[in-house]
């Protein structure tokens, strides 16, 4: 197993200094402040760090990179994590990974667990006298009752559409990171509240909800649906006046009379300034309508009968 060191947390370039370490077996298993006392005494045995810049072990630090979404920011991805000085080496350092030594007393894996432990707790308590706005997109916390703090936030519910996010008063914003999504910034501002507007509104939102929202919701049709369609100029008229020829037929409707039915209400409906289109539109319609009366009047005489 093979670790690179690297020190750079120095503004002079020329104090950085990169060791590569191949770890002796019983490295691997053993607590990462050993490598640190390696570089530490390899640094400060160097005559040029060690008179200029000499470390000292207990007032360092190991951390590693810790690793970005494709979205991250530049500054987010040179974001450094520190590694317990009881680590298991192993365990914590992938074989040939980078390692830094950083300024700063390390810490024990009690002292990180103690450390979160405490976040918790005071994130907690903090939930327990506070209450969140209810504006979309706002994070901000504030004390029952108030005051309430101006806060700037979404129009409208959260969009999550297979990879993509983004808030359906500003589609034209979109992320594909949660924590990217999370930083697009209200096209709101106002001041915070506990009441929600619409309770019984949805919280977000899928695909479906944003077609049907912009009015683009619409019946998905067969290929031969599509077909028939289009030769008929683009009427949804068309499949259905087959459909219902095909199941009248087995029902032993002749198609022969169908099709004088529909030719007569076609001549019927047309007109110098009526597309083929709009005809069909319309015999559908009213032969729709001409076949609901005679169901009509076939329940009439059935309540008559009993």
Not at 147 to 159: L, Q
Request: glycine share 8%.
């Amino acid at each position: 197993m093979k670790v690179f060191l690297h020190y750079q947390d120095n503004d002079d370039s020329d104090l950085h200094k990169t060791l590569k370490i191949t770890l002796p077996k019983s490295w691997k298993n053993g607590p990462t402040s050993k490598l640190l006392g390696q570089f530490v005494e390899s640094y400060n045995g160097n005559e040029k760090f060690g008179s200029a810049n000499p470390l000292d072990a207990d007032q360092m630090h190991l951390a590693i990179r810790e690793e970005a979404s494709a979205a991250a920011s530049a500054s987010e991805s040179h974001s450094l994590v520190p590694l317990a000085s009881d680590a298991i080496t192993i365990e914590t350092i992938p074989d040939r990974g980078d390692v830094h030594i950083a300024h700063g007393p390390s810490r024990t894996l009690k002292e990180i667990d103690d450390e979160r432990k405490a976040a918790e707790e005071k994130i907690k308590a903090e939930k327990a006298s506070t209450v969140a706005c209810t504006h979309f997109g706002c994070n901000n916390r504030f004390p029952r009752g108030g005051p309430y703090p101006e806060c700037r936030y979404h129009a409208a519910p959260p969009v999550f559409h297979e990879t993509a996010k983004f808030w359906s008063c500003c589609p034209q914003k979109k992320a594909y990171d949660w924590e990217q999504f999370q930083k697009i910034p209200g096209c709101m501002t106002g001041v915070c509240t506990d009441v929600k507007e619409d309770a019984a509104g949805k919280q977000f939102l899928g695909g479906t909800d944003l077609r049907e929202k912009m009015g683009e919701a619409q019946k998905l049709k067969s290929i031969d649906d599509f077909n028939k369609s289009q030769e008929a100029g683009g009427s949804d008229a068309a499949p259905v006046l087959d459909r219902l020829r095909t199941v009248l037929g087995e029902m032993g409707v002749e198609a022969e009379l169908f099709d004088q039915v529909v030719e007569g209400m076609k001549k019927n409906h047309a007109g110098a300034d009526v597309t083929d289109e709009a005809v069909l539109d319309a015999v559908a319609t009213d032969l729709g309508k001409r076949l609901k009366d005679v169901m009509k009047e076939i329940a009439r005489e059935q309540l008559r009968i009993k």
